[in-house]
């Protein structure tokens, strides 16, 4: 078991690109949630999906931000169009149940 | 919004003293968790304490919960350089009797000098 994995680990890109992370989970968890943390700040939830299905979505993510899970293995996180306030870091997690939340080490976006 | 909230938002103490941070939090909970991150990592869970117990202990952690004053508090004893992260404190939160997501307060940020 290796844990989670995020790819990639820092992004650097330009106002108006989209941009795509991706998070490998502890295989055998079914929550995969994504969270987004600015500096100084606890993560803020933005989605979750139990196996395949996206169950709930924060109203931070705005119609630019996609999130997928296909077949309950990976999730990626999309944001298109990006803008600077969008600079933040990403962290994916996963558990099986409502106990521990296991973390990735997050991908960090900067958008210029 | 942020269920939990930890005070100090800073703390800075010498190596081999007693670190404690404290969080309060809003409605009734099953259980409260502590995470810690170092600068540019993500989260790893510290210590989760049920809502019918006290206290709890982890090598160098004493964790105390009070529902009565929906408050905990983390205290890390003999600190050591390698402590220095910020520490979080988070509970479940949801609607419709589904309690789906973790929520973090803003964090302490622990600095322990050598």
């Known amino acids: 078991d290796t844990g989670v994995s995020q790819n990639p680990r820092h992004k650097i890109t330009k106002r108006g690109q989209n941009v795509t992370f991706r998070c490998d989970p502890i295989?055998?968890?079914?929550?995969l949630y994504w969270y987004r943390q600015t500096l100084g700040q606890g993560p803020e939830f933005l989605t979750y999906f139990q196996n395949e299905a996206q169950l709930e979505k924060s109203r931070l993510l705005s119609d630019r931000f996609s999130a997928e899970r296909p077949k309950g293995s990976f999730s990626t996180l999309e944001i298109q169009r990006t803008e600077q306030g969008d600079s933040a870091m990403y962290l994916c997690?996963?558990?099986?149940?409502?106990?521990?939340?296991?973390f990735g080490e997050g991908s960090r976006l900067t958008v210029l | 919004s942020q269920q939990g909230e930890e005070d100090p938002q800073a703390l800075s103490i010498q190596e081999g003293e007693n670190a404690t941070m404290n969080c309060s939090y809003k409605t009734s909970i099953n259980n409260l968790q502590w995470y810690r991150q170092n600068s540019g990592r993500g989260l790893v869970h510290l210590i989760l304490i049920r809502s019918n117990e006290r206290e709890k202990h982890s090598g160098r952690l004493r964790v105390t919960l009070d529902t009565s004053k929906k408050s905990s508090s983390l205290l890390i004893t003999a600190s050591r350089a390698a402590d220095t992260a910020s520490y979080f404190c988070?509970?479940?939160?949801?609607?419709?009797?589904?309690?789906?997501?973790?929520?973090f307060g803003k964090g302490t940020l622990l600095t322990v000098n050598p």
């Open positions: 295989s055998e968890h079914n929550r």
């Open positions: 988070a509970t479940w939160k949801g609607s419709g009797g589904s309690n789906y997501k973790l929520t």
């Open positions: 997690a996963s558990t099986e149940n409502t106990g521990e939340l296991f």
